[in-house]
């Protein structure tokens, strides 16, 4: 992990083994190169939220009750949070506020350059390159397709693609210089090297990014399935206690 310029931690999001081996991965590579930590599970208006956290400025609770924090913030991401906090790291919020995906799923990405100016200053730059056979997406097209829901199904598709464009952009304007970038995403945002790492190859064609992919599992083989879907395949036990 130390090698690369950015490693994509694809979890599961309700596994605390998982999230755990997240938390000892950054205090690991903390002695041994320049980090940065970014996740999913900030939106980008959320970060002057955690800059004022980061600095001391508020407290935990009031970063709670301000940012849009997830249902298991505190048992699975408040220590990568504090860890930052405690080492002077930068911590990024790298997802798109989810009103804006929400707006493209309704209405489809090119919808969005219509939006205000103050509100684009949310967005990353327009338009937003969407590939349709970007790993992942045809998957994810004939999923919602064959559920008969209402709207158009590949709005939705590209609302997918909004948050793996702006978790990108995050990424490379956070670049560490030489360092590494540890960022924390759900596994379909990077497994098979679609989503986030397709638009990182995209932008910038020489980043070293490494991909791991967690997976759960009780059987004790290894999933030939796998084999390509990650640079580091982390199997953790199914039969294991939530967090949520």
């Given amino acids: 992990m130390e090698k690369a310029d950015v490693v994509l ?7 605390p083994v998982i999230h755990w081996i997240q938390l000892r991965s950054a205090r690991a590579l903390l002695p041994r190169t320049e980090l940065a930590l970014g996740g999913e599970f900030f939106e980008w208006d959320d970060q002057v939220i955690i800059d ?4 001391g ?3 935990e609770k009031r970063l709670e009750s301000e940012a849009k924090i997830w249902s298991n913030y505190r048992t699975d991401y408040a220590p990568l949070l504090r860890l930052a906090r405690d080492s002077s790291l930068r911590f990024i919020a790298t997802n ?7 707006f493209v799923a309704r209405n489809g990405l090119d919808t969005l350059k219509t939006l205000p100016e103050a509100s684009r200053r949310f967005l990353p730059s327009l338009p937003v390159p969407f590939d349709p056979d970007t790993p992942g997406y045809p998957e994810m097209l004939s999923m919602m397709s064959g559920h008969g829901m209402s709207g158009n199904p590949e709005h939705f598709v590209q609302a997918q693609a909004l948050k793996d464009y702006a978790m990108a952009s995050a990424i490379l304007d956070n670049l560490p210089d030489g360092g590494v970038f540890l960022h924390f995403n759900g596994d379909y945002h990077s497994a098979d090297y679609g989503g986030i790492y ?3 190859d995209a932008l ?4 070293k990014v490494i991909t791991i992919k967690a997976v759960a599992s009780d059987d004790p083989g290894f999933d030939k399935g796998w084999k390509k879907s990650g640079d580091i395949i982390l199997k953790v036990p199914a039969d294991f206690t939530r967090t949520h």
């Fill in 9 to 15: 931690f694809g979890e599961q999001h309700d596994h």
């Fill in 52 to 55: 004022e956290f980061l600095a």
């Fill in 57 to 59: 400025y508020i407290d």
């Fill in 96 to 102: 798109v506020p989810r009103r804006y995906a929400s």
């Fill in 198 to 200: 397709w638009y990182l």
């Fill in 204 to 207: 910038r064609p020489r980043l």
